[in-house]
């Protein structure tokens, strides 16, 4: 078989959940262009959902064979392009906050048998460095929550570990955007969240 020279990047965003009519991770996404250094750049949306985004996940990962995977959520009142070091085994919610299909689980483990965290496998610090050289705000962030972000992120370190060794991913925050006028809260223009992913994403494919 041919060996494979173009990279694939997987790259994810969230749907609008709680109030909100869109959530500024897809939409940044769907700002990329379609190649960044010679990579292509395949686009997904994923629900709010707990599980059911690991198996919309797992389904895209099986079907693109990516080589590197970035998933981006929202984290309104960050102020910041945040990349996740870390994602824990646990799935919590309050009841009053639930998923977009009603589901609000307390304390459990996002795979039973499962290591209790996994670490992002992406080249964090030179990712967060690409953005502050391009005077994007950019910070490392060492909790994704417990809600769907972290549970898709554990739902992909853990598939990555037990399936795919040589692909990496991870997961990075955004601010809300301006748009959604969240006008006590800190935010960034939705372009300037695409420039940020693209040099996240640019670091990613230039570190070895
Ligand atoms: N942010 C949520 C889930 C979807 C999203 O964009 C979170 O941080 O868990």
Redesign the pocket.
Known sequence: MAEKTTKTVLVT??AP?GKETV?P?YEAVKLLPDKILDAVIVKAEIP?VFRKSGQILEALVDAERPDLVVLV???GGRASMEVERIAINCEDCPPDFPDNEGNAPADAPIVPDGPAAYFSTLPIKAMVQRMQQNNIPAQISNS??T?????LMYHLLHLLHTRYPAVSGGFI?VPYATLQRHTALPSMPLEEIARGLQCAIEAALLTP
């Open positions: 965003g969230f959940f959530n991770s709010v959520g929202q984290a994704a929550g809600y769907v972000c972290n549970d925050h």
